[in-house]
Each structure stands twice: as structure tokens, then as C-alpha cells.
Antibody, heavy 123, light 107 residues
Framework: QVNLLQSGAALVKPGASVKLSCKAS????????IHWVKQSHGKSLEWIGY????????NYNEKFKSKATLTVDKSTNTAYMELSRLTSEDSATYYC????????????????WGQGTLVTVSS | DIQMTQSPASLSASLGETVTIECLAS??????LAWYQQKPGKSPQLLIY???SLNDGVPSRFSGSGSGTQYSLKINSLQSEDVSIYFC?????????FGGGTKLELK
């Protein structure tokens, strides 16, 4: 079964960077894009961007272009997101997620989610 | 970006009741709408896709409907395990965008 296992919670200082990981299993890693989603204050969700693990191609939400950098390591089936120049506004839970597909309708939406990584920015 | 407006922001209902959550898109999204359920302390889970298709393993008391810019999620015969936050999300255009969420509680 599809599983996305994310790295543990991080406490980071303002101005620093943090790199989150998402290890995929249960499917062929290079066949599906990995997306990242931010959830602030336990409620609203924002799409950060996606990476194609096969080619390394990335597509970012304009809002996060200067904040997030997505990479993958195909040898370990792991996706990474680095967040830079952190401020209190970056304190949130970050999820990696993967699309699901229906034989008739095609793309279903975000069908598989990691457990989330809580990032707290504080001095 | 396409704006998704959910209503109500919070909802209190009794066991066995039927509840409806609405989602309004800022432009036509041609049924490219998904609904997610997020239980306390957990990741979101896909409930409904393409506006009205039930995802695998989702109880039949959940249903989705709508077209154009207006969509709704209905939960029949509310159960205690349905206490969650519900989100709509459009995947018609990039960036995919989410509604603000509806917090469903038991009365």
C-alpha cells in the first residue's frame, strides 16, 4: 500500500533554513508527482508546489517560489522540501501528498498524504 | 488564482442528522472538485472527487453534488466519527486551491 513517511517535528530559529523529508513506499516512486501542502493554524491549506521524481521538474505556487525548494533522491525514494529564511509566518504543518487516479475520470486529487511535519520558528 | 469559498465555517449537528456543506468557486471549475475530511490531529483524507465520485472505502452516507461554480457535500445520518474539518479543493487550474474549511462538531 502507498505510504508517505515524513520527518519529525523541527524547531528552527528565525532566518534559518530547514529541510523536510518524505520517504515513499508501496509504489513506483518515479511514476507520480510529489506535492507539498502547508497547513497553518490547524485550518487553511495551501499548495506549495510539486516535483516530478523522474525528471526533477518542479512547479511552484508563485507565493512560495522564493521560500521553498523541492528535490528528490531517486536512490532512496525520498522527496525533500527546503524552506529558507524562516519567519514566524512559516510556522505550520507541512504535508507531502500524492495524486490518485481513476480509470474513468483520471486525476482524483490528493489521494495519499504523509503524516505531516510540524515546523515551529522561534528564537 | 481560483478562490474557493466554503460555508458555513463551523457547524454543530446531532447524531443521525443530515448536514450539508457548500463550496463556491470564483469561476467555473467544470466539476474538478474534491472534498477532504481531516480528523483531529490527522492528515486530510480524500472523500469525494470529480464533485460526486466517492473515493475507495468512503461510507455511502457521504455524497457530493454540484456543477459550474457551486458544489456541496452532504453527510446523511451523522455519526460521531464524522467530527472533522472538511475542505473543498479545485484541481481545474493551477495552483490547486482549497476552501477555508468547515469544522463539524456534535451538538
Amino acid at each position: 500500500q502507498v505510504n508517505l513517511l515524513q520527518s519529525g517535528a523541527a524547531l528552527v530559529k528565525p532566518g534559518a533554513s530547514v529541510k523536510l523529508s518524505c520517504k515513499a513506499s508501496g509504489y513506483t516512486f518515479t511514476d507520480y508527482y510529489i506535492h507539498w501542502v502547508k497547513q497553518s493554524h490547524g485550518k487553511s491549506l495551501e499548495w506549495i508546489g510539486y516535483i516530478n521524481p523522474n525528471s526533477g521538474y518542479t512547479n511552484y505556487n508563485e507565493k512560495f517560489k522564493s521560500k521553498a525548494t523541492l528535490t528528490v533522491d531517486k536512490s532512496t525514494n525520498t522527496a525533500y522540501m527546503e524552506l529558507s529564511r524562516l519567519t514566524s509566518e512559516d510556522s505550520a504543518t507541512y504535508y507531502c501528498t500524492r495524486g490518485g487516479f481513476d480509470t474513468y475520470y483520471g486525476y482524483k486529487g490528493f489521494a495519499y498524504w504523509g503524516q505531516g511535519t510540524l515546523v515551529t520558528v522561534s528564537s | 488564482d481560483i478562490q474557493m469559498t466554503q460555508s458555513p465555517a463551523s457547524l454543530s449537528a446531532s447524531l443521525g442528522e443530515t448536514v450539508t456543506i457548500e463550496c463556491l468557486a470564483s469561476e467555473d471549475i467544470y466539476s474538478n472538485l474534491a472534498w477532504y475530511q481531516q480528523k483531529p490531529g490527522k492528515s486530510p483524507q480524500l472523500l469525494i472527487y470529480y464533485a460526486n465520485s466517492l473515493n475507495d472505502g468512503v461510507p455511502s452516507r457521504f455524497s457530493g453534488s454540484g456543477s459550474g461554480t457551486q458544489y456541496s457535500l452532504k453527510i446523511n445520518s451523522l455519526q460521531s466519527e464524522d467530527v472533522s474539518i472538511y475542505f473543498c479543493q479545485q484541481n481545474y487550474d493551477s495552483p490547486p486551491t482549497f476552501g477555508g474549511g468547515t469544522k463539524l462538531e456534535l451538538k
